[in-house]
Structures are given as C-alpha cells and as structure tokens.
C-alpha cells in the first residue's frame, strides 16, 4: 500500500457562537493515498465544507491533527479569482511556465471560450470550473474540491467529473458534495453523521 499523502486524526471543529460551543463537525479520522477519490458525503450542516476546509489547511481545528505529506491544493465553494486577470492567467496562475497547457484543460471544462475574459464576465457555474481548471493545472498531490458541481446542469458535472475523477499517478482528489452522481465516481466515501447542535460552553 503507498505511503499516506494526508492523514486527519479525530479532527473536530467547533465554533464559540455568543458564549456557546456549537459542534460543527464531530470527531473525524481519515486518511488520503495516491489513486483515491475520496467523497465527503452527508446531510447539509454535518460539517463537509469544515472538513475539507480543514484538511486543506485553510481551518484549523478545535481538537485533533492533519499531517500532510505532499502539496494540496482547494477550491472553496465560493471560488476567488483574481479579477484583474484574465481567465487564462487565472488558471494559468500557478505555473505559468506551463501556460501552453491551459487551452487544453479549458476545453475540457468548457470554459475555453472564456479565456480572454476577466472573471466579472463569466457566470457563477463558470467561475466554478474556472477554480476547478486552476486547481488542475496547479497539480497538487491533493486537490480538495467542496460542491464543485454546485452550479452546474448535469452536462456539466459530467464534464467536471471526467476532469477529476482520474487523478495523475501519485496523486488524489477529495471532494465534499452532496450529489450522489458525483458521489458513484468515488473509490472510498466518507459519510458525515449530524453533528450535536450544542455540546456545552466552551
Ligand atoms: P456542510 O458543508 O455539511 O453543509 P458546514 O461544514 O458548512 O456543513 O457546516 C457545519 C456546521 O457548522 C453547520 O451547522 C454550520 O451552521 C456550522 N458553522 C459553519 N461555519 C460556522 C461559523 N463560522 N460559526 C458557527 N457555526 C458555523
């Protein structure tokens, strides 16, 4: 079996909401080798962004560890792109000297006829596979991806997952979402449970 790329142990999230500890993601252990396609699945509000989000490193959480042994990169479901960039140079962003290759992944994303474009001219759903382009290209041994198909026509996520669903040798996707079809393509799934709405003071 290979080497982990990302171990999480018993990670839990809370959040101090005016003088009350609320539990948004309860004790959680997992661990992400190369060739998974890990899903995070579970009823709304049972802590699938906050996981991801911590796995990332982006969160941090209240209790419990993430070691990460390789490079990760995430898209948030509220994806942030440089808006004085063109789409191109968004994607593009974190290896410019491979710019020549983003053609190809915007085509794959249907989002080629965009590349001109500043991100203010492109709709929700296309921001969206724009963050998932730049994600790709950045080639991280861990793409962490939360609700990428969100805002997408089945058509769509359909594309998106024919991206994803096949990491590069030696590396693995983990995407929190709620849709079953995306939920098929993964190799390992990891279903949240409701957290407690309170678990006391902090
Ligand atoms: P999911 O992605 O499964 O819908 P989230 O990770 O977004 O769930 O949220 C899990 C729980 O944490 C929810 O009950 C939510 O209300 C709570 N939560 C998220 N962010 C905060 C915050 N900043 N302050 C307080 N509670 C939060």
Request: aromatic share 2%.
């Amino acid at each position: 079996m290979s080497e982990p790329l990302l171990v999480a142990t018993d990670v839990l999230r809370s959040y101090d909401v005016r003088g009350q500890a609320v539990l948004a993601l309860r004790a959680t252990s997992l661990t992400v080798r190369a060739g998974d396609v890990l899903a995070v699945t579970g009823p709304s509000g049972t802590g699938k962004s906050t996981l991801v989000s911590i796995l990332a490193g982006w969160d941090r959480p209240t209790s419990g560890t993430v070691v990460r042994s390789a490079s990760t990169v995430f898209v948030p479901q509220r994806v942030a792109l440089l808006d004085t960039l063109t789409v191109l140079d968004n994607i593009a962003l974190a290896a410019m000297d491979r710019a020549g290759q983003v053609p190809a992944l915007a085509s794959a994303l249907a989002v080629d006829h965009l590349l001109d474009r500043f991100p203010g001219e492109t709709s929700m759903g296309e921001r969206q596979r724009i963050g998932v382009a730049r994600a790709l290209h950045a080639g991280a041994a861990v793409t962490l991806l939360d609700e990428p198909t969100a805002h997408q026509d089945a058509d769509h996520t359909k594309l998106v997952l024919d991206a994803v669903a096949e990491p590069p040798p030696g590396c693995a996707l983990v995407i929190a979402t709620h849709d079953p079809v995306v939920v098929a393509v993964a190799s390992v799934v990891l279903h949240l449970e409701a957290a407690v709405a309170a678990i006391g003071r902090p």
